[in-house]
């Protein structure tokens, strides 16, 4: 069961760390591209399709302190020397985690690291967000029971040109439409005919679920149908490795 912020402001010296792994970028823009994951634990959004629910529950027991993150992306840099960091969760912009994301992204980028944060889109969060190199923003879909902030969406456009992708988990047809009529409110904002960003459609592949090419065949006929204004891509990991395995 989540906990509320209230329940866990106790342990907030410490950092909430869910795991630190390198693995391959999985989705988005930067799929393909070789990255230490920082996953914070704990999330109160609670996206009924979530992939990683065991990243819901705020824990004490998930507490580390700042040294120890430091020395356990040392230990895989030492391994690996990748200098790009993703910050991810649970919802790393979650009031709880903001103080240690902060500490975690002004030392990487001292370091001269690339550092890209997942956001939940459900908060514009400037201090972090002028800090990071690139903030991929989640439009919540219908399916996930969360309501989309397209507002966001739009003020993302004007404030980070450039520094943002937009992220939409799409199950169905439903989904798409909700999903294309933000993009239309973008540009009707924006007053612009393209986007100056991008925004990928992640078909849904959910945990215990077998892989289905129709979904992903559907949704990229409707994308062709609208005139192609998402970047569907799927997520690599999951097609690897499957939809249930974790930190790959
Ligand atoms: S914001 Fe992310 S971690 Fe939180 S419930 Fe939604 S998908 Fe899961």
New binding site residues.
Partial sequence: MTKTYDTCCTIMDKLLINSIYMACEGEGVFIGSSQIFIRFQG?S???AN????D??EFDSKYGIEFSEVLSRVEKIHNEFPVKRISIT???PLHPAHLPGVLKIVSHYKKKGFFVNIEA?GMRVVPELFDAVDFVSF?YKTPS?K?RGKKELVAQMAVKYPGRFQVKSVVADVADFMDVNEAFEYCRDQLKVSRLPFDWCITPCYCPGEEFSPARTERIISLNDACGGPFRIIGQQHKYLYGPDRRNI
Avoid at 50 to 53: A, F, T, V
């Fill in positions: 999330c959004i609670g996206c979530c992939d990683s629910m990243t819901w969760g649970g919802d939940s989640d996930t969360v």
